[in-house]
């Protein structure tokens, strides 16, 4: 396995688009929004892959000095509850640790939250709507 940081536009970028297509997107029709597309060059992509074949992946968003949004993660349907996601974030917070980065935010979707409790996340205000499914805010502190 390995943990890969992909360059906007690449090969491998592309790959982890088509993966969080597949598998956050298409279940809901959803499509990008001008304004989501514009955000993509200004993100961070990492993923896992295994012989060469992406198998989960992760957007980070910088929101303000030391603070940083998860969003946008996937895990192929045949990988999930294999510990590939659990990986992934793990080794991401490492990167994210060595750079300052101190809080990691998200919203994740109700089917997601006891996934994200036991990386250590908590949860943060209220249940709320984000295209059109529950969702909680919850964040995670890093060193």
């Not at 997107?25 to 955000?39: F, H, I, M, Q, V």
């Not at 992509?45 to 929101?63: D, K």
């Not at 250590?120 to 919850?138: D, Q, S, T, Y």
């Amino acid at each position: 396995m390995a943990v890969i940081e992909a360059e906007y536009g690449s090969e491998t970028y592309l790959g982890m688009l088509a993966l969080r297509k597949r598998i956050l997107r298409d279940p809901l029709n959803l499509e990008w929004t001008a304004e989501e597309k514009s955000w993509e060059a200004m993100e961070r992509h990492f993923g896992c892959s295994v012989e060469e074949r992406i198998v989960a992946c992760l957007v980070i968003r910088s929101l303000k000095s030391g603070v940083v949004k998860l969003r946008q993660m996937a895990v192929d349907v045949d990988c999930q509850r294999s510990g590939w996601g659990r990986r992934l974030i793990l080794e991401v917070e490492k990167v994210l640790a060595g750079e300052s980065v101190s809080v990691i935010e998200l919203h994740a979707r109700e089917t997601a939250i006891g996934f994200y409790e036991r990386l250590g996340f908590a949860r943060v205000g209220e249940e709320f709507l984000e295209v059109n499914i529950p969702h909680w805010k919850m964040r995670k502190s890093i060193s």
